[in-house]
Every structure is written in C-alpha cells, then in structure tokens.
C-alpha cells in the first residue's frame, strides 16, 4: 500500500527558533499534499493544502509566513514553523493523495510530528 | 462548514463484544470515510462508502451509511485489544472539490 514518511517524529526546540518537517510518499507521486494539526483528544484541523510546483492554498486563521510550505517535487512537501513558540507545541500531521486520486479519494498519513516548544 | 461529529466520544467494551460508533454531518457528502489513529500515530484509512451506498463490509468492520438522516455507523465485531484506538468519521462535500473534514473522533478502548 501506499507509504507516507514523516520526519523527525519528535523534536525538541527553543523559542524563537525555527523547526522543519518533511512529508514523503515513497512509492507514489502526490501532486497534492496536507497538512493538519491536532490537538489531545481532538480532530484534525487542516491547516493548508500543498500543491507540487506551486503556492500553498491555506486555512483560514492559519499564518502563511508562520507556516511555511513548500512542494518542490511529486513527492516531498515540507512544513517550516518559524519563530516557534510555546502555543506553536502540538501534533503535526502530513497526507498525501495520489497523483491519480480525485477530491474525496482516500488519504494516506505519515506518522505524525510531535512538536514541543520550550 | 460542514463537520462530522462522532458519537460516543469514548467507548470502553469487553473484548469479543461488538462496538459500535455513530458519526452525524450536515450537508450533502460524495462519500463518508472511516480512519482509525492509534496514539501518537498518524490515521489509518479503514472504509469508504458512497453517497449512493447503504451499506459495505470489511473484515471485522461493517459501515452503514442513510443519507437521508446524514449519519453513519462504524460497527467492529469480535472486538480484540489490538482495536484500541481512536476512531474517526471524515466526509467529502458533494458539489465541490473541497477536501475531506474529519469529525472529533469516538476513543475506542478494548478490555482484554
């Protein structure tokens, strides 16, 4: 089945600095990719869509020059939190769709990144 | 917008017995999908079903879908540990391209 790796699955960082989180499918290509966030005990909250080649469509409420996305090739996406803060902690989450997928086609999740900001 | 909100939002059960988790949305859907997310992990895709579904089966996993009430319901029988997880309802709005919106999500514990 489809593989989507996400990297570092922990990180440990100081205000102020700057954390970068990698999306991979490994043996699909996804032009599109996600992003969410989650907080304990609660649902997915999408933050923005990744599109290969192209800007990032973001959520409302979400701060593009926060949340830094970039999708440089069909199969990575990553996710840069620059100036991180404490409220920035929290589980980031990537999915990816394959290539041939439609809207509503089902999703394929990397493992999660468990952001703590000190 | 459109939200899917998962009922009960915790379940605790015997193993062997069967657990059954209800998902309620608001507007018309292309599909309704069930994923499954262990702790720290990310979600597991489980089942699809369509609009023009009633039903569909998968293993252990039974899905029911009635439009005409906008729910679903995710029933797992001969529950075993290894189910424990939380479990979530995600729907696609019909008419649009917009993506999938996941509901908050029924923790499912399985009592060896």
């Known amino acids: 089945g489809a593989v989507v790796s996400q990297h570092p699955s922990r990180v440990i960082c100081k205000s102020g600095t700057s954390v970068k989180i990698e999306c991979r499918s490994l043996?699909?290509?996804?032009?599109?990719m996600f992003w969410y966030r989650q907080f304990p005990k609660k649902s997915l909250m999408l933050m923005a869509t990744?599109?290969?080649?192209?800007?990032?469509?973001?959520e409302q409420g979400v701060e593009k020059d926060k949340f830094l996305i970039n999708h440089a090739s069909l199969t990575l996406s990553t996710l840069t939190v620059t100036s991180a803060h404490p409220e920035d902690s929290s589980f980031y989450i990537c999915?990816?769709?394959?290539?041939?997928?439609?809207?509503?086609?089902?999703?394929?999740f990397g493992n999660g990144t468990r952001l703590t900001v000190t | 917008s459109q939200q899917g909100e998962e009922d009960p939002q915790a379940l605790s059960i015997q193993e062997g017995e069967n657990a059954t988790m209800n998902c309620s949305y608001k507007?018309?859907?292309?599909?309704l999908q069930w994923y499954r997310q262990n702790s720290g992990r990310g979600l597991v895709h489980l089942i699809l079903?369509?609009?023009?579904?009633r039903e569909k089966h998968s293993g252990r996993l039974r899905v029911t879908l009635d439009t005409s009430k906008k729910s679903s319901s995710l029933l797992i029988t001969a529950s075993r540990a290894a189910d424990t997880a939380s479990y979530f309802c995600?729907?696609?709005?019909?008419?649009?391209?917009?993506?999938?919106?996941f509901g908050s999500g029924t923790q499912l514990t399985v009592l060896p």
């Open positions: 990744s599109n290969e080649g192209s800007k990032a469509t973001y």
């Open positions: 507007t018309s859907i292309n599909n």
């Open positions: 043996d699909f290509q996804a032009t599109t």
């Open positions: 079903i369509r609009s023009n579904e």
């Open positions: 995600a729907t696609h709005p019909s008419g649009s391209a917009r993506q999938l919106t």
């Open positions: 999915s990816a769709r394959e290539t041939q997928g439609v809207g509503g086609s089902p999703l394929h």
